[in-house]
């Protein structure tokens, strides 16, 4: 098992550009979590997914952003018209349903530039 | 709502000394977690640490522990004989379970810079 991995690492874009991350999770892991973290801040939260199923969503996740987990593996995170206040790195989390402890593994996340 | 505050922006420490992180978090919930975790620069986040709410007994990993005042909302990680490789950010974190799963806070982080 190789942990939770992310890909593109790093995505540079134009303002006004869409960008779209994708998250592959521990296997097996039915939950899933999106994750935003802006220099000199802690995680915040996204999203959520029970397997194929969005189950949370944050009130930062405005109408530009659009998250999917179609098949309860991998995830998807969209932006839509980015906008230079998205540049943030993106993480994504994984758990199973009952995890020891409740500890969510990270991925290493994908930056965001806008410009 | 829930909060969690890491008062210490940044840190050092001297190489095999011992370093306090300093974590207060303010919930009304009675059952939770609280967690500890590491990111070393341009790497991902790790796990250092959890407590239960409900355990009085402070966990303890290797080199870590913690000192877990629930009365007070205090959760403060101690890093003993310090190594150049746990410079990092650390987060302080409190996990609640909700209808639908888990829900995590974070704190700002502390950069702890541990010196040669």
């Known amino acids: 098992d190789t942990g939770v991995s992310q890909n593109p690492r790093h995505k540079i874009t134009k303002r006004g550009q869409n960008v779209t991350f994708r998250c592959d999770p521990i296997s097996e892991h039915n939950r899933l979590y999106w994750y935003r973290q802006t220099l000199g801040q802690g995680p915040e939260f996204l999203t959520y997914?029970?397997?194929?199923?969005?189950?949370?969503k944050s009130r930062l996740l405005s109408d530009r952003f659009s998250a999917e987990r179609p098949k309860g593996s991998f995830s998807t995170l969209e932006i839509q018209r980015t906008e230079q206040g998205d540049s943030a790195m993106y993480l994504c989390a994984s758990s199973p349903d009952r995890s020891s402890g409740n500890t969510i593994y990270f991925g290493e996340g994908s930056w965001l530039t806008v410009v | 709502a829930q909060t969690v505050t890491q008062s210490q922006p940044e840190m050092s420490v001297q190489e095999a000394e011992t370093v306090t992180l300093s974590c207060t978090y303010d919930t009304s919930e009675n059952n939770y977690y609280l967690f500890w975790y590491k990111q070393p620069p341009s790497r991902q986040m790790i796990l250092v640490i959890r407590q239960e709410a409900y355990k009085q007994q402070n966990a303890t990993e290797n080199r870590f522990s913690v000192n877990f005042q629930k009365a007070a909302k205090s959760f403060s990680l101690k890093i003993s004989d310090s190594q150049l490789g746990d410079t990092a950010m650390y987060f302080c974190a409190f996990m609640k379970h909700v209808r639908t799963g888990n829900q995590f806070y974070f704190g700002t982080g502390t950069s702890l810079t541990v010196i040669p």
């Open positions: 997914f029970q397997n194929e199923a969005q189950l949370e």
